[in-house]
């Protein structure tokens, strides 16, 4: 499986942007695909999470800003970023996994075993 994440870029506070995953393989539909991000000097963390059924995990800190999705026939987990403040600077990088997660497992980063390359998001001020 390969994970080819897109559409960060350069926008100023308040702002929006919509990351797109792209995937390869079979039963992308079963996958849990998650989006971390880190900061220079801080430790990768968990932004965002999808199961193939129902349930969704997102950090305090982007929740009622972000939203991710999925479409299945496309094979792609999107991420909107809505109202962009300064500190959500960072990579993003997209996550997916074939395993059934738990709820508390979804926000660790070793439980994915798949990984897309990072997408640089700059939130200016």
Do not use: H
């Not at 870029?9 to 992308?28: E, T």
């Not at 969704?56 to 972000?66: A, L």
């Amino acid at each position: 499986v390969q994970l080819q994440a897109s559409g960060g870029g350069l926008v100023q506070a308040g702002g929006s942007l919509r990351l797109s995953c792209a995937a390869s393989g079979r039963a992308f539909s079963n996958y849990v695909m998650a989006w971390f991000r880190q900061a220079p000097g801080k430790a990768r963390e968990c932004v965002a999470a999808l199961k193939s059924s129902a349930g969704t995990y997102y950090t305090d800190s982007v929740k009622g800003r972000f939203t991710i999705s999925r479409d299945s026939a496309k094979k792609t987990v999107f991420l909107q970023m809505n109202s962009l403040k300064p500190e959500d600077t960072a990579v993003y990088y997209c996550a997916g996994t074939i395993r059934p997660l738990i709820s508390s497992s979804m926000r660790v980063p070793n439980a994915y075993e798949y990984w897309g390359q990072g997408t640089q998001v700059t939130v200016s001020s």
